[in-house]
């Protein structure tokens, strides 16, 4: 059971390229998420997926696109790449309902973009 | 709007003192509230949450609605303790959770 798992662990691009990060987890959960962390901001919500076959944008969506593959991977890309888009990202999943909603983190990827 | 407001970014403590991290929020409802912890090249993870009333590594948390509060205390601070602290706040949907900006903690020997 490895949880929330998350690829790459690290990646260095230039400002244009593209890539995509990608999550899967393995617990069964209906809800998927994308987070930011920045230095003094915490983390910032990118988009979330309720369930499998629904994205809905979050607090900071710019520049970002998702796909829900399936009930398992929920994959964040970014088409064209910002240095301001250098920062930690994590992936997390979570049952839903009145106290189910924990979130599980993946051990993020760590992006720069120069 | 919702939001959870952690107004320290750096908390340092000495090792058997009482320790102190406050959060406020702001939301229209009944949120559900948590404390997640980040220790040094770790995950991400629960801590606590308001609607277990817990006591987890003798850290408690009460949530006050009246000041709209949610603060996290230890009575005697440890080393293993020093970590990066987010407090967050759940919808009722249960969709979404907004974290605070952090609070790192640093015990002393």
């Known amino acids: 059971n490895a949880g929330v798992t998350q690829t790459p662990k690290f990646q260095v691009l230039k400002t244009g390229q593209s890539m995509t990060l990608q999550c899967a987890q393995d617990m069964n959960h209906n809800s998927m998420y994308w987070y930011r962390q920045d230095p003094g901001m915490g983390l910032r919500l990118i988009y979330y997926s309720a369930s499998e076959g629904t994205t809905d944008k979050g607090e900071v969506p710019n520049g970002y696109n998702v796909s829900r593959l399936n009930k398992r991977e929920f994959s964040l890309r970014l088409e064209s790449a910002a240095p301001s888009q250098t920062s930690v990202y994590f992936c997390?999943?979570?049952?839903?309902?009145?106290?189910?909603?924990?979130?599980?983190f993946g051990p993020g990827t760590r992006l720069t973009v120069l | 709007a919702q939001r959870v407001t952690q107004p320290e970014k750096l908390l340092s403590v000495f090792k058997g003192a009482p320790v102190e991290l406050k959060c406020n929020y702001s939301?229209?409802?009944?949120?559900?509230l948590f404390w997640y912890v980040q220790y040094s090249r770790q995950r991400l993870q629960l801590l606590l949450r308001h609607i277990s009333r817990e006591s987890i590594k003798g850290f408690t948390a009460d949530l006050n609605k009246g000041e709209t509060s949610f603060h996290l205390k230890k009575p005697f601070a440890q080393e293993e303790d020093s970590a990066m602290y987010y407090c967050a706040l759940s919808d009722t949907g249960g969709f979404k959770t907004i974290f605070g900006a952090g609070t790192r903690l640093f015990v002393k020997a």
């Open positions: 997390a999943s979570s049952e839903q309902g009145l106290g189910h909603n924990e979130q599980f």
């Open positions: 939301y229209s409802g009944s949120p559900e």
